[in-house]
């Protein structure tokens, strides 16, 4: 009896060998599934499912899992203002595990024999997908074609040319991964520590110059509209807020980080709404939350998002920081004023109810209200007395 395995694809040239290799050489009755995570159109979707029936898979599966992908992982990243090494929003590495989970539930759907993906030795992917399988699907044979035979790009051409395969085996200079949370670039200038991407490597070309200010509502930390307009889930207003940031060259950067595997790795990005959404939001929360709400969450979300970049989004551990991040969100509610300008943005200022910068309790460096200066006096004695005490100790002075 054939066996079944369930392929994550993308219709590139890795998952392509894969379908030919583990169909033909392994006899294999392979089920392709793609997992859009925002970074493909209908149009795309269609096509990727033809090519796949075009290789002979027995079943292909599109899974729309944009909203899914905001509600289990990007609005704790927006919660906690996660930016791995204070640079990059987590884009690649956030969906991925998204990708993951759907396809993993997919081999239990279909009862599979078997999982693989494209993924090569190289980088962080692999660890994502094999890490999420292990914990979703224990004991169900992971297979990857690509990583297990070290093949080169070369080498894969000439088997599906063999193969009669008909595609475009043009390498672009820069490879491209679009998603809901932002776009990596990688190419030529990211494989060494200097260098940057060229203006036509950028997916998204500056044709904003003239500065715009846009207004960003959020409820319980949450966007919900650009400029009064608003959506029927974050999702939307996500997407409708890069297509006004994208063309003004926003969010543009190249972030060095520390790969799962323990090397250097380093990518380039553009992620225009994200980046404006996490600083707008951050922004608000200066105002809204107290000082140690501010400071154990920077210390939680931290951890949070690092332990997301590793795969580790199963571990209970990421569900008790959720808890806590979401429960922060409670007046996390009011407007944020931005200005955007080529390739950079200005946060102007924060309206909402629940503004702790309020004039009726006093005015930084002007005016208190709530207090006296003899207040202040008795306050800094007592506020110091432990250090004090141990300079008087340890200084030998009485």
């Not at 997908?129 to 992971?142: A, E, K, L, R, T």
Request: net charge neutral; charged share 25%; hydrophobic share 35%.
């Amino acid at each position: 009896m054939t066996k079944k395995i369930v392929l994550g694809f993308s219709g590139g040239l890795d998952t392509t060998y894969c379908v030919k290799y583990l169909s033909e050489e392994k006899d294999f009755e392979v089920h392709s599934i793609i997992v859009n995570t925002g970074g493909f159109s209908e149009d795309e979707l269609a096509k990727i499912e033809k090519h796949a029936y075009s290789l002979g898979v027995k079943s292909h599966t599109t899974i729309n899992a944009v909203k899914d992908y905001y509600e289990r992982i990007i609005k704790y990243l927006v919660f906690g203002n996660c930016l791995k090494n204070n640079t990059y929003p987590l884009s690649v590495s956030a969906e991925r595990l998204s990708q993951a989970i759907h396809i993993a539930a997919h081999v239990k759907k279909l009862n599979a024999d078997a999982v693989a993906h494209g993924s090569t030795g190289a980088g962080n992917d692999q660890v994502r997908f094999d890490m999420i399988f292990h914990i979703m699907i224990p004991g169900v044979p992971i297979i990857t074609p690509i990583r297990d035979l070290k093949l080169s790009r070369e080498e894969e051409i000439a088997y599906l040319k063999s193969k009669g395969i008909e595609m475009n085996f043009e390498k672009a200079m820069y490879s491209i991964n679009k998603g809901l949370w932002g776009t990596s670039v990688g190419g030529k200038e990211t494989l060494s520590s200097k260098g940057m991407l060229p203006e036509e490597a950028w997916p998204t070309q500056v044709t904003k110059t003239e500065s715009e200010e846009i207004k960003l509502s959020f409820t319980k930390g949450e966007l919900i509209a650009v400029n009064e307009k608003t959506f029927n889930h974050p999702t939307e207003a996500i997407q409708h807020l890069q297509t006004l940031a994208g063309p003004y060259g926003i969010g543009r950067d190249i972030h060095v980080g520390d790969t799962i595997i323990g090397i250097k790795g380093r990518v380039g990005f553009e992620a225009a709404a994200p980046m404006i959404i996490l600083k707008a939001h951050h922004a608000l929360e200066k105002n809204v939350l107290t000082k140690w709400q501010l400071q154990w969450k920077d210390t939680l979300a931290q951890f949070y998002g690092n332990w997301l970049h590793e795969g580790q989004i199963l571990d209970p551990v990421m569900r008790d920081i959720e808890s806590f991040l979401e429960n922060s969100q409670q007046n996390v509610t009011g407007d944020v004023f931005i200005q955007l300008f080529p390739y950079r943005f200005q946060i102007i200022g924060v309206e909402s109810k629940f503004d702790l910068m309020n004039s009726k309790f006093g005015k930084y460096g002007e005016m208190n209200t709530g207090f006296t200066g003899e207040d202040v006096r008795g306050f800094s004695k007592i506020f110091g007395n432990q250090t004090r005490i141990w300079e008087a100790v340890n200084s030998g002075s009485k």
